[in-house]
């Protein structure tokens, strides 16, 4: 599914679409929506960098077994096991 935001939207923002994903992505995480893999992936970035992302305010990485699994799948999807 694609969502569209308008130029407008992202300029009063003072965003760009990237900076806009990645917003969503660390307020996605931090409100346990989305696992750090499938947020670095919607933030478009490698999940070390999106944990620095992350760190620079304060969001600790709360990493359980199940995250770990889904990553480990995600990762295996990728070709990166």
Aim: aromatic share 4%; glycine share 2%; proline share 6%.
């Amino acid at each position: 599914m694609a969502v569209v935001i308008p130029d407008e939207t992202l300029f009063a923002a003072h965003l760009t679409a990237t900076e806009l994903k990645r917003e969503l992505a660390v307020m996605l995480f931090e409100r346990d929506r989305l696992t750090l893999m499938q947020a670095a992936e919607l933030a478009e970035m490698r999940p070390i960098p999106f944990q620095h992302l992350l760190a620079s305010r304060g969001i600790s990485p709360h990493y359980d077994v199940p995250e770990l699994e889904q990553d480990m799948a995600t990762l295996q999807r990728l070709g990166m096991l």
